[in-house]
């Protein structure tokens, strides 16, 4: 008997939940190395691996080499928490955020389907975008492009000629030891290689949402979560905070080190600080940002129909109950229609106070507090919390 021969529905992808990280090339490669697992990301492992990888040669070789905690030549590795923060936060928290995303993607994405957003006649051009991302997200094209960007930066970039940051690492003669020699090779590649791989993940999101906005969604003005019914992406802004904290982590690190050790002062640092703050929230807001022209259309679409709806709502009311006229009955009036169930004003509002940003206050809290938090922790190194404190107190009363 013959084997029946099974067709795949030509949709059958498009279906499928969809991840930003899931089947991409570094997870393949890892699991062909069996960094990772068959089924799983395995971020557990593989951070814990990137992070001893990084940091367990560099420090072998300064207790070696008695630079650990005091050092003849240059300074010590211990007063260099950039280098302990990087390869045992940093690099961890740039893996351990692709679950954060994996998990935030699959709970998000499928509600485009699930609420009703894309119908019948938009299916197909929906379905078309969802196959597109995914096949880049499957090219091994742009994570070439990232390892060899990442390779000519580490040779671009001398490591010699970052001084004071590689004191800890120079020899008798004045050239990197083994240590600095590792800290530049291999965790730095490694470092900048998982960043410039989050950069193409933004990417890769706002070439999804680019694609989604050019859609006829059937957006609900009226919807309660002021985004026409797209609310549920505010999860989806949060899923960046390992990332955000990781690289805020590595600048508060060098940072504190200035401070401590150089005597660098909090305001020579607050023009750079705020200007990272800036740039990564826009930048981690600039996939969202894809969707904008489709709530302005909805809301501006909107707004003259669901005027008109209350407009006609006000005439009935008056016909009906102060000029008491017979012909005033109508549907609209009637306890199955929009009156007593849905306030017609109270949708119109809603429609006004509809955003042009699909997220709103919390989820921007949620991308910055990440940010934030590791150099609130360095201005405590010249601003005493007890001093802090007690001046908040005295000011209150």
């Known amino acids: 008997m013959a084997t029946p021969h099974v067709v795949p529905m030509p949709n059958a992808d498009a279906a499928k939940p969809f991840s930003p990280v899931d089947n991409e090339p570094p997870l393949r490669w890892q699991r062909a190395l069996h960094l990772a697992p068959l089924a799983g990301l395995g971020v557990v492992r593989r951070a814990v691996f990137f992070a001893l990888l990084g940091w367990v040669p560099i420090v072998l070789w300064a207790i070696l080499r008695g630079r650990f905690v005091d050092a003849a030549i240059g300074e010590p590795l211990l007063q260099h928490y950039d280098v302990h923060v990087r390869c045992l936060i940093a690099i961890p928290l740039l893996i351990l955020g692709e679950a954060t995303l994996h998990a935030s993607a699959l709970r998000c994405f499928p509600q485009f389907t699930g609420s009703g957003l894309v119908d019948d006649a938009t299916r197909p051009r929906f379905e078309a975008a969802w196959r597109t991302v995914r096949r880049w997200r499957d090219s091994s094209l742009p994570w070439l492009f990232v390892i060899g960007a990442a390779l000519a930066?580490?040779?671009?970039?001398?490591?010699?000629?970052?001084?004071?940051?590689?004191?800890?690492?120079?020899?008798?003669?004045?050239?990197?030891?083994?240590?600095?020699?590792?800290?530049?090779?291999?965790?730095?590649?490694?470092?900048?290689?998982?960043?410039?791989?989050?950069?193409?993940?933004?990417?890769?999101?706002?070439?999804?949402?680019?694609?989604?906005?050019?859609?006829?969604?059937?957006?609900?003005?009226?919807?309660?979560?002021?985004a026409g019914g797209l609310g549920f992406l505010e999860t989806l802004a949060g899923a960046f905070a390992p990332v955000s904290l990781a690289l805020s982590g590595v600048l508060a690190s060098h940072w504190a080190h200035e401070i401590v050790y150089h005597g660098r002062t909090l305001a020579a640092l607050e023009l750079p600080a705020a200007a990272f703050v800036v740039v990564w929230s826009l930048l981690l807001l600039v996939p969202f940002a894809a969707l904008m022209p489709l709530l302005r259309r909805a809301k501006r679409a909107a707004l003259p129909s669901y005027a008109a709806l209350v407009a006609r709502q006000g005439r009935l009311v008056r016909r009906r109950w102060i000029d008491g006229a017979s012909d005033a009955d109508a549907p609209l009036l009637e306890p199955a229609g929009v009156g007593p169930i849905a306030d017609a004003a109270t949708m119109f509002d809603a429609v006004r106070s509809m955003r042009s940003f699909p997220i709103g206050q919390a989820s921007l809290a949620a991308i910055v507090l990440p940010i934030v938090a590791p150099m609130l922790v360095v201005a405590t190194l010249q601003i005493p919390i007890h001093e802090l404190l007690l001046g908040l107190v005295k000011a209150l009363i």
């Open 153 to 226: 930066w580490t040779f671009a970039d001398r490591a010699p000629a970052h001084g004071d940051t590689m004191s800890w690492a120079v020899d008798e003669q004045g050239t990197l030891a083994f240590g600095g020699l590792w800290f530049a090779y291999v965790v730095r590649p490694v470092f900048v290689g998982l960043l410039l791989g989050w950069l193409w993940r933004i990417g890769l999101l706002a070439m999804l949402f680019v694609r989604l906005a050019r859609l006829d969604l059937s957006l609900v003005p009226s919807h309660p979560d002021r």
